[in-house]
């Protein structure tokens, strides 16, 4: 039985969307007979929205880090503080569409599901941006960014499996979240980490789904222009993919991983790319925080087996196979 729903936002600087996001958050949950409570989850916001919230919307509750973390500390910090046992962690910039929960709540009567994701289409318009997350290598690589439908929207009536859940709106089991050691904090300040929580529930049992018919809307973010800027993103990103690979490849997997990063370091160099460069060295840097993570996925699996990436996505693609289907 479902006790509640939590809806948790990280937010940074967000005062802008809050009054296009958070009534369609409470317009989906009147739509349900399930109590609910929203919390906003602040990450030392410059922009007053803290003060905007106890003004105009004083039933949400607030927790404030005491220092700028990043998104898996705040969504972690977040989530940890709910009473319901579903939790929907949600994008400062997602807004919802008023029956987004009723198509979801069906695949939490199953004992091992982690979660769901829906449907995300753009702000004005219902141009699809992220589907089922679709399972795909090059070679060793993990690649995060694909996405699947089928063609045939009936042969989507019971879900889709989904590779992860997206962190902009995932909709999880609370129990399951907190068993499997919750978003590894080294992949703050973002990027990826979604993923590697996903894949880890993957592992140890659990299964990630896509409901089309859950419907929300997402605001793209402005490109940014700042050379630097755009640098140190590259540099996050491309560290926390290194962590992906270094938490999940099995040992022979991992070595050639390594040695083709190791051939990208001399190629990015002679090109000049620093931010891959710099990316490895805080990657080296870290390197015993990753070893961590890795004997803690293991000790969480205990006695049963844990499955590999490639096995997941093994049975995620045989769920599908035979049917028509469209790869973004």
């Not at 990630?208 to 755009?230: F, G, L, Q």
Request: aromatic share 14%.
């Amino acid at each position: 039985m479902h006790n509640g729903i939590s809806v948790v936002i990280p937010n940074y600087d967000g005062i802008a969307l809050f009054p296009h996001t958070l009534p369609s958050v409470f317009s989906a949950l009147a739509k349900i007979q399930l109590p609910s409570q929203v919390i906003v989850a602040d990450d030392c916001s410059t922009d007053r929205s803290i003060e905007y919230l106890k003004t105009h919307f004083p039933l949400i509750e607030i927790v404030q880090n005491e220092t700028n973390s990043g998104f898996s500390v705040t969504a972690n910090r977040g989530i940890s503080t709910t009473k319901y046992n579903l939790v929907l962690l949600l994008n400062s910039d997602v807004k919802l569409e008023p029956d987004y929960f009723i198509h979801q709540l069906k695949y939490f009567d199953k004992s091992d599901t982690f979660g769901v994701m829906g449907r995300i289409v753009g702000w004005e318009d219902d141009i699809i941006q992220d589907g089922a997350k679709y399972p795909y290598f090059h070679g060793v690589k993990i690649k995060t960014s694909g996405n699947y439908l089928l063609k045939n929207e009936a042969d989507m009536k019971e879900g889709l499996y989904s590779m992860y859940v997206s962190g902009a709106n995932a909709f999880l089991n609370k129990e399951v979240f907190l068993s499997i050691g919750k978003f590894n904090e080294i992949f703050s300040p973002f990027y990826v980490e979604d993923y590697e929580l996903s894949v880890r529930a993957w592992r140890l049992g659990y299964k990630c789904y896509y409901e089309h018919n859950a419907v929300c809307r997402h605001r793209t973010s402005a490109t940014i222009k700042n050379k630097n800027a755009k640098q140190a993103i590259e540099t996050v990103y491309n560290r926390n993919k290194m962590y992906l690979h270094a938490i999940h490849l099995p040992a022979a997997k991992r070595y050639l991983y390594f040695l083709q990063v190791g051939y990208e370091v001399v190629t990015r160099f002679i090109t000049g790319r620093w931010a891959y460069i710099q990316a490895v060295g805080s990657f080296i840097e870290s390197y015993g925080e990753v070893k961590a993570s890795r004997k803690k996925l293991n000790q969480l699996a205990a006695s049963k087996k844990l499955l590999s990436v490639s096995e997941v996505a093994k049975y995620i693609l045989g769920s599908v196979k035979h049917k028509n289907m469209i790869r973004f």
